[in-house]
């Protein structure tokens, strides 16, 4: 009620470029209402809010593609946002406004009313698709609009400058985030991008197994640990385990045949090890010249980049990825041999940002 928003003339049922019926919401913010007409204003990035100046900023701060979440557009307006402003979210280029809008619910933050938040509670943005998010806010015909991009997550492995405090809907025992920030910190990895890889791996149950055969918090696969096992051999390993089907193996995991004191995957503390070694491992692989060189020529010299190929290389190994980096460039995670890698980077990308960002 009283919010106008920017929108052309096209209907959704004349939406040729979605090719979808008029029937149910087509995107994650709810029905799509044709090609919006935006105003360029500059690059849209958010700053730090100093109450003078209206900003339009999100919540959570950055694109959350590992589940559905609630989801908010916060305005910011030091004048005041009046229930009678204008405002318009648009999706890989198409107005999703009235969509979003019939489902949200509008509180202000503040007595001033200076502070809106319109929340959907249930949002799902795809990990495999393109999510280019943009809201819009003008508190009158005649004023200047004001905009932000929903920016997407990243995480590097090496921005070890804090240690992590929870895993925020996971709940792990604090003795397994303490381990976590040990290890990481110890071989000089961020402990979210650890944290954002096991909550991919295993969601924090010591006990997982996965239809491939991997085992325990971090999923460490047969060929992953050879090269754990090689530098420390002592650890403990369940006789004959790769040749268990893995009906057999399920049910000695349960009956707790086989367990953390027999298979060293079982083993918190060794899993989180044995996880951050092997990413040790494939952080050496991918440091040596040439392969540096091939990450280089094709996504930049980045940590975050960097970050990106050592995930791709856990799920999927390091050969292959070499190879896809070779025949397909800057798409690499779209090549056939590396199969879910392209989800799962940025899963767990997404879930490293997530829980670095709800501790700020």
């Excluded at 229930?83 to 979003?100: A, C, P, R």
Aim: hydrophobic content about 40%; proline content about 6%.
């Amino acid at each position: 009620m009283g919010i106008r928003t920017f929108t052309t003339a096209l209907s959704g049922c004349l939406n040729l470029i979605m090719l979808t019926a008029c029937a149910g919401p087509m995107s994650p913010f709810g029905a799509i209402n044709g090609l919006p007409k935006l105003v360029s204003m500059g690059d849209g990035k958010v700053q730090p809010w100093n109450g003078r100046d209206t900003r339009v900023s999100f919540y959570p701060s950055h694109q959350v593609l590992h589940g559905p979440t609630s989801f908010s557009i916060i305005v910011e307006d030091p004048e005041g946002v009046p229930k009678d402003h204008w405002m318009q979210l648009s999706y890989n280029g198409l107005d999703v406004t009235h969509g979003f809008l019939a489902r949200a619910e509008r509180t202000y933050l503040d007595s001033s009313r200076r502070r809106l938040r319109l929340t959907v509670p249930h949002v799902r943005l795809s990990a495999l698709s393109e999510n280019r998010v943009k809201a819009t806010y003008q508190r009158e015909a005649q004023s200047k609009p004001v905009w932000s991009y929903y920016e997407p997550p990243s995480c590097s492995a090496f921005e070890a400058s804090r240690a992590l405090a929870s895993v925020p809907e996971f709940e792990p025992p604090s003795l397994m985030v303490q381990i976590i920030n040990q290890q990481a910190i110890s071989r000089n990895l961020n402990p979210f991008y650890v944290a954002g890889l096991i909550a991919q791996e295993s969601g924090f149950d010591p006990s997982a197994i996965s239809s491939g055969r991997a085992l325990g918090l971090t999923q460490v696969t047969a060929l992953g640990e050879a090269e754990v096992v090689r530098a420390n051999n002592g650890w403990p390993r369940y006789a004959g385990i790769d040749q268990m089907p893995l009906p057999v193996l399920r049910m000695a995991i349960l009956n707790g045949k086989i367990n953390a004191t027999n298979e060293w995957r079982l083993n918190p503390a060794l899993s989180i090890k044995g996880g951050i070694e092997y990413l040790a491992y494939l952080s050496e692989y991918w440091s040596r010249p040439d392969k540096r060189a091939l990450i280089e020529k094709n996504l930049g010299d980045s940590d975050l980049a960097f970050s990106e190929v050592l995930l791709a290389s856990y799920n999927s190994g390091a050969k292959r990825v070499s190879a896809a980096l070779v025949n397909r460039g800057p798409a690499y995670l779209e090549d056939e041999e590396l199969g879910e890698a392209r989800k799962y980077v940025k899963r767990v990308t997404s879930y490293c940002s997530y829980f670095a960002h709800k501790e700020e």
